[in-house]
């Protein structure tokens, strides 16, 4: 199956709390999105990786998303080595995406900014001719999608590009909180931790609202890209 738009996060929640507007934004439009977890968040303080796998699938439904898969790599210990590249190289040519969102460059947890170098890396060795890949023992076709975009996380990064998200606000809202096991429950008995905080949703509106304002938007999610963007017409522009 081919997808318009693939985004990648290291754990099961990364994708709705940074990218989930964008990806039903660009459902709305008639495009293809999935999502791809590196891990299944097994370190996390809260819930487990049974209860993460369920959360996952909810909120993939919520967005809309073609698809979910989780590459299976150890939550915490994962490399940037020849063997989890090969795993992302094979999962990007799976699905030929023209454009790719994943983990912030520099994060706070230590996990966002090894995977977005690890899919750096295999977007650039998924288009060499001499790299060979098999799919059900298929062999694949080389493929480079047209940009990556890494999204922003808890550390704020100043953004190359932000997207308007202010019309599918509580649809990514709801996809958020499909995951909540991490999140704050007065009735559970499970730790308190910074994204299970009381005031966590706040900082996630506050964040929106601030990558929205200096383009007139309600809310936005930011991006940064390593290269630098162009346009072909002004009225590309906002």
Known sequence: MKLNVLAFGAHPDDAELSCSGTLISQIRKGNTAGIIDLTRGEL?????AEIRDQEGEDARKIIGASIRENLNLEDGFFRNDRETQMKAITVIRKFQPEYILCNATDDRHPDHGRAAKL????????????????????PQNLWRPKMVLHY????YINPD?????????????ESIKAHR????????NEP?????????FEMIESRAREMGRSSGFKF????TCGRMFGIKDLTQLH
């Open 161 to 173: 590009i932000v997207i308007d998200i202010s019309d599918v606000w509580e649809q990514r809202m």
């Open 44 to 48: 996390g303080s809260r819930g487990t």
């Open 152 to 155: 922003i996380q808890d550390r």
């Open 119 to 138: 899919i750096e890396d295999a977007v650039f060795l998924a288009g060499l001719i001499k790299i060979e890949t098999t799919e059900n023992g298929t």
């Open 192 to 200: 308190e931790t910074y994204v299970a905080s009381k005031i966590f």
């Open 181 to 188: 096991s991490q999140f704050y429950d007065p009735n559970s």
């Open 220 to 223: 936005a999610e930011g991006y």
